[in-house]
């Protein structure tokens, strides 16, 4: 049978193996899971943001069988202030939160349609 691959993308979520030792990570668990004929490259590093999947991208070789993209968390970290304001009010937060959300659908939809179409390009 041919060898299929399976390509990790994005920040810790998969790149996760200094927050999860002793036990295993996310790639050696997908390892054991997946038949011996899949192998798994890890393109995913801790603290990996959005912008950052266009390289990840790059690294890719050839057409993979599956992706797994896991990113955002750190983008919405770079937003974090947003939770000690208390001179804006409520209506000034949720108006904020409502910007910051919108913000992220649009760069998530495009991140997400650059990985299913080869790359950002």
Not at 10 to 37: F, K, M, V
Request: glycine fraction near 10%; proline fraction near 6%; aromatic fraction near 4%.
């Amino acid at each position: 049978m041919t060898e299929q691959n399976l390509v990790l993308l994005g920040d810790s979520i998969l790149d996760n193996a200094p927050y999860t030792r002793p036990e295993p990570d996310t790639t050696a668990h997908l390892g054991r899971l997946l038949s011996p004929d899949w192998s798994i490259r890890r393109l995913a590093w801790d603290g990996a943001t959005m912008p950052d999947i266009p390289a990840q991208l790059a690294r890719v070789e050839g057409r993979p069988a599956a992706a797994v993209l896991s990113i955002g968390g750190n983008d919405v970290l770079q937003h974090i202030e947003i939770l000690g304001r208390d001179s804006a009010g409520a209506s000034g937060v949720l108006g904020d939160l409502l910007a910051i959300a919108e913000e992220f659908d649009q760069r998530y939809e495009l991140v997400a349609r650059c990985t299913l179409a080869d790359g950002c390009r």
